[in-house]
């Protein structure tokens, strides 16, 4: 799986460079191993390897985008710092406790992969959902029903989209008024006041 999100980023990046080279400047650079090591450390918890392959080719962006459908991925200071608010906050307001969906608010073997308010988890919990992507909101229980199989499969998604067309768990690409990338809803035609142009595929 980590030759999928190597092979999806390449897809990606060279999707940005020709269409929105504006938002392929906000890709952050690589991450360190050392980095990678530490993070482990402090949270007591190893990084998946698909998710390391993704930090290594990018640590996150450099500033805010909406360069992902849904939210913008972080860097591994973002998770380490993501995940102890929520160990935290869940040890407060008994937020590691099941809802009648089946789902805590928070779990000790969610690992961050996207931030923003709320998160894309990967969950690390050990059964046939290992690895899956979903999600844990701001105030509400994580759920995983509509999320994807793998990190693989969701950077899959991304650059299929990108390249052929089609949407990302209902998001469409688009380009905005700046040249960056965007996604939103279908037939949209406008942000902040500004025109949105369906992104142009590979």
């Known amino acids: 799986m980590t030759d999928e999100v190597t092979a999806s980023w390449v897809r990606i990046e060279a ?49 805010w985008a909406g360069i992902f459908p849904d939210l913008p991925p972080a860097s591994v200071a973002q998770i380490v710092e993501y995940r102890q608010i929520c160990m935290e906050v869940a040890e407060t307001v008994d937020g590691f406790a099941v809802s009648v ?43 995983f029903d509509d999320g994807w199989p793998s990190l693989g499969a969701y950077l ?20 905005e008024a700046g040249g960056g990338l965007w996604w939103s809803g279908a037939d949209e035609t406008e942000l902040n006041g500004e025109p949105l142009v369906p992104a142009p595929r590979f």
């Open 156 to 175: 899959d998604a991304v650059a299929q989209a990108l390249h052929g067309g089609g949407d990302v768990g209902g998001w469409f690409p688009y380009l």
């Open 15 to 63: 999707w940005l460079d020709r269409h929105a080279p504006a938002s392929a400047t906000l890709l952050a650079g690589p991450a360190d191993h050392a980095e990678i090591d530490a993070a482990e450390s402090t949270l007591g918890l190893p990084f998946p390897a698909e998710l390391v392959v993704s930090l290594r080719r990018h640590d996150g962006l450099t500033e």
């Open 101 to 143: 969906t089946g789902e805590p608010w928070w779990h000790p073997l969610w690992l961050p992969f996207a931030v923003d308010v709320g998160a894309m988890v990967i969950d690390l919990r050990p059964g046939p959902g290992h690895g899956r992507l979903g999600w844990a909101g701001h105030s509400n229980p994580g759920f």
